[in-house]
């Protein structure tokens, strides 16, 4: 068994600051591209104002990869907000979550990296996860909007 210094001395090595940058790169590209995405799939109501579409960067912390900014998605329709919020790179069976918060509900998306793609974090296994589309985003959103 390791001692308690031997311990330490794994995780200093473990915590490589240049990894935790990769890691916050990869992931805010990851955001960058969903966002970008999503704002796709609302051009032509955003065009004809039935919505407002308002990317802010936040500050995020997380113990892996500490504080950063992150780009948070906020979607205006009436007098009603929804609100795509980073919620970490760091997430068991995924790498990465955002929350689309309403006051109809939660919805999660989750990134899986070595697909490069996302999906809808609803069912009991990833098997039943669906992959993140237009139509998949739309019917939500509509839900959301109910």
Do not use: C
């Not at 609302?42 to 104002?49: D, G």
């Amino acid at each position: 068994m390791a001692t308690l210094t031997e311990f330490l001395r794994k995780q200093k090595a473990a915590d490589n600051p240049e990894r935790r940058v990769q890691r916050q790169k990869a992931w805010l590209a990851a955001l960058d591209k969903l966002f970008q995405k999503i704002r796709s799939w609302l051009a032509e109501a955003e065009k004809e104002k039935l919505l407002k579409v308002r990317i802010e960067k936040v500050r995020h912390t997380e113990e892996s990869l500490g504080t950063f900014e992150v780009p948070r998605l906020t979607l205006t329709v009436d007098h009603k907000t929804i609100t795509l919020k980073p919620i970490g790179a760091t997430i068991i069976g995924a790498d990465g979550r955002v929350d689309m918060v309403s006051t109809k509900g939660t919805y999660l998306f989750l990134y899986l990296a070595e697909q490069d793609t996302w999906v809808h974090g609803s069912g009991t296994s990833p098997s039943e996860f669906q992959e993140l589309t237009e139509k998949v985003f739309t019917d939500i959103l509509k839900r959301a909007l109910a």
